[in-house]
């Protein structure tokens, strides 16, 4: 028989996260907590995402329905699947449970978390973007200075239509030459009003992209086939893809894909969702939502499979509460096990 618990945890965020759709200054996460009779214990994290409608009082109410459904009764990975699959929760909180779970083996069994998977242990230190949010142009160098944004190789900068140039403007100048993600977070309506968009930030001096990111909504499918061939830069999705994907059409949309484990709905279907982005030709990112240290701990459990990493979720948490990534010069590294 096996104890589960969700708990609330209340994150101040250090700055304003505002993206094309919202602004925040804190963040409600949850922690679930596993343990077995004989003592052993997995934790994982569960950051809801507005965007799906997750909400924190409404994942509570999705663990309860869980536990009267035999939760605590499930003696494998693969029942807690088939239990999962049955009761269809949220995505964040499907993952949540499974990593608590996926960690509570580990600890069980005395092997790293990645061999539970079946993938290779992450490297020593793994290199993460950094974003800039959306904030006004103005106030962009002191922000950059601040926040030592010098020390990381590649910056994610959030872009709307209305300000996008000015920001990237500013970024350029503070810091000419670095390799940026630019992220719409599905703020333009078509294809044309974007590629006119980029089209005008090809003229700024220093300006060097490695991707973008999900410019347009998910349901413009059709745009983005279009854009696809047309755009001066890789294209790759996020909200396009959440846990399941056409991806022989994905592939005709994007040249890339964000996998997010919270989106994802669970380690497993994450490494299903990079595998078959690698087996349609595409370049695979792994990203994450404000997390603390656990669930970007659990990021990078899987960050193997990646040839792009943005975790810096856990950085824009006022007091991070349990320290299990560190990071220096832009490069994460991991405590052994995810203790808290």
């Known amino acids: 028989m096996l104890t589960w618990t969700l708990e609330t945890r209340e994150l101040p965020l250090r700055y304003i996260w505002k993206i094309s759709r919202s602004a925040s200054t804190s963040k409600t996460n949850l922690l679930v907590r596993v343990s077995s009779a004989g003592g052993a214990i997995g934790w994982g994290e569960v950051a809801p995402n ?36 049955a ?40 290199p993460t973007a950094f974003t800039l949010p959306i904030m006004e142009p103005g106030v962009v160098a002191a922000f950059v200075q601040g926040q030592q944004m010098g020390r990381f190789e590649l910056l994610k900068i959030k872009v ?10 500013e970024i350029t100048r503070a810091l000419p030459n670095r390799l940026l993600i630019i992220d719409g977070n ?106 603390t240290t656990l669930g970007i701990w659990s990021a990078l459990q899987v960050s193997s499979l990646a040839q792009v990493c943005d975790l810096d979720g856990f950085l824009v948490v006022q007091d991070e509460p349990f320290g299990l990534v560190q990071e220096e010069k832009g490069l994460l590294t991991a405590a052994l096990t995810p203790l808290i």
């Open 50 to 85: 507005i965007r799906y409608g997750e909400t924190p009082t409404g994942l509570q109410v999705e663990f309860e329905q869980l536990l009267t459904k035999g939760l605590d009764k499930v003696g494998s990975l693969a029942e807690l699947s088939s239990l999962l699959d």
């Open 160 to 169: 709307n239509q209305e300000s996008g140039y000015d920001l990237l403007r």
């Open 186 to 291: 599905e703020a333009w309506a078509d294809a044309d009003s974007l590629l006119q968009f980029l089209e005008q930030i090809k003229t700024l001096p220093g300006l060097r992209v490695r991707l973008l990111e999900q410019p347009l909504p998910a349901a413009c499918a059709d745009h983005y086939r279009y854009l696809r061939p047309l755009s001066p830069y890789p294209v790759f999705a996020d909200e396009s893809v959440t846990d399941t994907a056409d991806f022989a059409d994905i592939a005709q949309q994007f040249h890339g894909v964000n996998m997010k484990l919270m989106k994802a709905g669970g380690y497993q279907n994450g490494i299903h969702l990079l595998r078959q982005t690698q087996a349609h030709g595409l370049q695979t990112m792994i990203g994450c939502m404000v997390e």
């Open 87 to 126: 009761q269809a929760p949220a995505h964040a909180l499907r993952f949540g449970l499974e990593s608590a779970y996926v960690h509570l083996l580990a600890s069980q069994t005395g092997q790293p978390v990645a061999h539970v998977l079946g993938l290779a242990v992450p490297a020593a230190a793994v």
